[in-house]
């Protein structure tokens, strides 16, 4: 039995992304996982994809629970929220068309890391880890390039990351008076 309208059932399920394939292969210039694919990738691709609608202030994604999908953003936009130690979700990002959110816990099975709520009507495409699975199988090219393209921007926002963190580490070491 497919699970994919419990885990998403807050959302209007379309049907499979293959009804979507001219919108998904516009997204190729602004979108990291699909920027080195070809329309019959993208195509090939959209067979074991699904389709969801969200209407504004839907949340399409809980921090903290678990996820073994990811979506990638077709239409409209999205604010990603962090909650701060002491709880309250705070807006980090915005963003649109052509953006991947959940691939980290698609990958790891870890927990969300953020909440993603749509700010305006949403069109998502849905690719969750036994599907990823079937393309490897199937597709094994096709497998091994969106594996590629998924390690390269898990890397870069970890570049990104550790940037940002050294940067604030170097701001704290300036701010704070060294030993007397």
């Known amino acids: 039995m497919d699970d994919r309208p419990q885990r998403l059932a807050h959302l209007e399920h379309l049907g499979d992304a293959t009804q979507f394939s001219a919108q998904l292969h516009a997204l190729i210039p602004r979108c990291a996982l699909l920027e080195h694919f070809s329309a019959a990738e993208v195509r090939l691709l959209a067979h074991f994809m699904d389709v969801y609608r969200a209407a504004p202030g839907v949340e399409l994604l809980r921090e903290g629970d678990g996820g073994d999908f990811m979506l990638m953003l077709i239409e409209g936009r999205v604010e990603v929220r962090k909650r ?12 649109e068309a052509g953006r991947t959110l959940g691939e980290m816990s698609m990958i790891d099975g870890a927990p969300r890391f953020a909440s993603c709520v749509a700010l305006e ?42 940037s940002r963190l050294l940067e604030s580490l170097q701001e704290w070491d300036a701010a704070v008076p060294g030993p007397l």
Not at 86 to 92: E, L, T, V
Not at 124 to 152: F, H, N, S, W, Y
């Open 84 to 95: 701060d130690r002491a709880g309250h979700s705070r807006p980090i990002a915005a963003v």
């Open 121 to 162: 009507p949403v069109l998502v495409a849905a690719l969750d880890r036994e599907d990823l699975a079937r393309i490897v199988v199937e597709q094994p090219m096709l497998g091994a390039k969106i594996l590629m393209e998924l390690v390269l921007m898990l890397s870069q926002r970890l570049r990104l990351t550790s």
